[in-house]
């Protein structure tokens, strides 16, 4: 243990792809930022698939969340090919492969059609296959397969690749790193002026971001109004292998609901296959469990047959940081100084790019972007306040 002080512009609780690319982008901005993580690029990326699907996952009650997220991903290509100047020529893996969800059943295939009704209300772009049709494209589906949508729109990216390229863009620009857990939040005179850290290092900034994912709602000092209601939702997902005589086994990312669960399957260039995802409110747990092993196998088995024959190659477990509306939580808390870049649920890696822009132009100028005003923190202090009246 050691106490020292350390003095910057702006300070990041998080070192996820959240928090990276608010350090990146807020320090090209000019200002200095440190940013306190003990292993910075881990989290939840580590075990995300990396789906860019505004379209895909569109939910209902969730349209204006659909405005950020199609922002997020219209700006991806770009944002990719300027990640990888920036951090000396690392690949993210972006890959305009599109996707297809497909239905199994007849209950599946009413369930797709009224998604498709309402991504056209919505003025999305996504087109109605036959079974017959979804086979065409996706040789390896089931025969069974009774329709689909295909969506050319949505793409992927590999997360963990682009965490290792925000984590090089940030060193590349200046971002001072405190590999150690933020311990406790610093309040002077009412207003967020830095943390303490479980080694005994003193951070002070003039502002601070929380951005732990999940781990956002227990950093010991903030003020109860200011708490982000964040809970963690556990997701297992499994790797597999597809050797060389198997390739190509899909050449776009396939969806489908399968007993009520939705199983995704997503194929990358580098020959890898990631299927997911559970969705589990289990608290803190990550065990990576064998029936969530087999009701993935199971349901994706259903989907593509031959997935059986791919060798498994790696079951992870990590928890999303689930908000009580589904949407992120960005920009200014309830407590001067402190702001919230946290709570992306299922598509933080969808949302990186817009939520560097917005954070960064909230801290370099004070003002949180039109786009981003829907999503305040603040649109739950009212519900806070009545909570512990």
């Not at 109860?224 to 390739?247: F, I, N, T």
């Not at 933080?348 to 972007?369: F, K, N, S």
């Not at 786009?371 to 512990?388: I, K, M």
Request: hydrophobic share 40%.
């Amino acid at each position: 243990m050691h106490s020292s002080t350390h003095r910057s512009d702006v300070l990041v609780i998080g070192g996820g792809i959240i928090g990276l690319v608010t350090a990146w982008r807020t320090a090209r901005r000019g200002l200095t930022v440190a940013l306190a993580d003990p292993a910075p690029g881990g989290g939840a990326a580590q075990v995300a698939a990396g789906m860019l699907a505004a379209v895909t996952e569109l939910h209902y009650g969730e349209e204006t969340l659909l405005a950020l997220n199609t922002a997020s991903a219209a700006r991806y290509e770009a944002f990719a090919a300027e990640l990888a100047e920036a951090s000396g020529g690392l690949d993210i893996g972006y890959r305009a492969c599109g996707t297809l969800s497909v239905a199994l059943d007849s209950d599946d295939r009413l369930h797709l059609r009224e998604l498709h009704a309402l991504q056209q209300r919505c003025g999305l772009e996504s087109e109605w296959l036959t079974g017959r049709e979804c086979r065409r494209l996706e040789p390896m589906l089931a025969p069974g397969v009774r329709g689909g949508l295909r969506v050319d729109g949505d793409h992927q990216v590999d997360p963990r690749r682009l965490a290792a390229a925000l984590l090089a863009a940030c060193e590349r620009a200046g971002v001072v790193f405190h590999r150690a857990n933020a311990e406790r939040l610093t309040v002077t005179a009412d207003r967020a002026a830095g943390a303490v850290l479980d080694d005994g290092t003193q951070l002070t900034a003039g502002q601070v971001v929380l951005a732990a994912g999940s781990l956002s709602g227990r950093l010991a000092g903030v003020p109860v109004g200011a708490v982000p209601p964040v809970r963690p939702v556990k997701g297992q997902v499994l790797r597999l292998s597809v050797p060389a005589a198997y390739a190509p086994f899909l050449s776009r990312t396939v969806r489908a609901v399968v007993r009520g669960s939705h199983v995704y399957l997503v194929p990358r260039e580098n020959g890898e296959l990631v299927v997911g995802a559970t969705s589990e409110e289990l608290g803190w747990d990550t065990t990576v469990t064998a029936g969530g092993v087999y009701e993935l196998l199971r349901d994706a088995h259903e989907l593509v047959p031959g997935i059986t024959e791919l060798p498994l190659t790696e079951t992870r477990a990590g928890l999303r940081p689930g908000t009580p509306d589904n949407a992120p939580l960005l920009g200014p808390t309830d407590l001067p100084g402190l702001h919230l870049a946290t709570g992306h649920y299922r598509n933080g890696v969808l949302l990186t790019p817009v939520t560097g822009d917005v954070m960064a132009e909230l801290l370099a100028t004070g003002q949180l972007p039109e786009a981003a005003r829907p999503f305040t923190p603040r649109r739950f202090s009212s519900v806070r306040e009545e909570s512990y009246a």
